[in-house]
């Protein structure tokens, strides 16, 4: 992106896209009971509470009725349905990591191994997007946890701190060609979660290949254990890669996600808050998902800048639009051209 002489007065900035992650689907209901809610009336709820405090996008997960994470599509349904009806302005985005087991008898005997994830692709009604991982990472995240951050959680037992530990996330071009094209033919948008340059730099060549042809919509995902880490300079560099069409949002894990947050904003890019990101505000102090937004808003209002609501959030995200050819995809995202056979120098777009 361009930072021109006028980029970070915030009258010039697009609106902030408060991008919320409310249900931590890594924790169970006694490691926060005050914010992990349970029965679907409860679950519903928090979605309308994220966007009354200031939240225009839901990154939505759900539980059954013993307070696990659901792997029933039909509960998912359910909820993207009930919230829908509830909060029809709030764009919902499905997590994409999520892996649908089989419902019925003998049903699992007729799935190939990625089809449990490629039935994100099936929900009905369909959410706004789902996020896609490009190329297979370790996911780690017990890396960058600190002194006290599992405190009082299940994090605290060492099998399922273990279990954390040695978590990958697999997404190598068989499965994400395939979804891309799932995601696209069902008209809901990707949501690409980016560890590190070199993803973005294969969403690139997605794009010059003509392999995605789209608005890109991405999260920056400073996570660490296999993600990028929390230096500054790595976001800096994350956003001067990324191109003026781009819409970029910032995600990191617990205490670093309040300073990364808020040069963010300063910067002009979006902001993901939520438990399933952070717990605290500061150590030893818990900040549910709503007070995470209320903060966001806060600090954005400080500086001036104007806070997106869900009718902003879908222009900025353009939910809905799609090209038809790499060089349209291109245009619109303010890269350069690809080079024609025997062009010599930097490829440019030619004008009248």
């Known amino acids: 992106m361009h930072f021109l002489d006028d980029s970070l007065l915030p009258e010039n900035q697009e609106k902030l896209v408060i991008q919320v992650a409310p249900y931590g689907p890594q924790w169970l209901p006694g490691d926060f009971p005050e914010d992990i809610p349970v029965s679907m009336q409860e679950q519903v709820q928090k979605a309308v509470d994220c966007y009354n405090a ?5 990154h939505l997960h759900c539980r059954e009725a013993d307070g696990q994470g659901s792997k029933r599509i039909s509960m998912f349904n359910e909820m993207v349905d009930r919230i829908r009806t509830a909060c029809p302005d709030m764009l919902i985005q499905v997590g994409g990591s999520i892996s649908f087991a089989p419902e019925g008898e003998g049903a699992e005997a007729k799935w190939l191994s990625d089809d449990t994830r490629h ?37 605290e037992n060492p099998a399922y701190a273990l279990a954390y530990r040695e978590m990958y996330l697999e997404s190598g071009p068989k499965f994400y060609l395939e979804h891309l094209k799932r995601l696209r033919d069902a008209q809901i948008q990707p949501h690409f979660m980016l ?12 794009i010059r290949k003509g392999e995605y042809m789209g608005p890109l919509i991405l999260n920056y995902v400073a996570i660490g254990g296999g993600a990028s880490g929390t230096h500054p300079a790595d976001l800096i560099e994350f956003a001067r890669r990324v191109p003026d069409g781009a819409v970029l949002t910032i995600e990191s894990i617990m205490r670093n996600v309040i300073p990364f947050n808020t040069i963010a904003i300063a910067l002009g890019l979006h902001v993901r808050v939520g438990i399933e990101d952070n717990i605290w505000r500061r150590k030893g102090e818990r900040m549910t998902s709503v007070q995470q937004i209320e903060q966001m808003v806060r600090i954005s209002e400080e500086i001036g800048r104007d806070v997106a609501g869900g009718a902003d959030a879908k222009r900025i995200y353009q939910i809905g639009s799609w090209y038809q050819s790499a060089d349209e995809t291109l245009r619109k995202l303010g890269m350069p051209p690809n080079r024609r056979t025997g062009q010599r120098g930097n490829p440019m777009w030619e004008y009248a």
Do not use: C, Y
């Open 54 to 58: 200031g939240a225009s996008v839901l």
């Open 119 to 155: 039935m994100l692709a099936d929900l009905s009604p369909k959410p706004d997007q789902v996020t896609i991982a490009i190329n297979t990472t370790q996911m780690n995240i017990t890396e960058l946890m600190m002194d006290g951050d599992v405190d009082g959680t299940i994090l």
């Open 195 to 206: 560890a590190h340059i070199a993803q973005f730099e294969t969403v690139e060549r997605l």
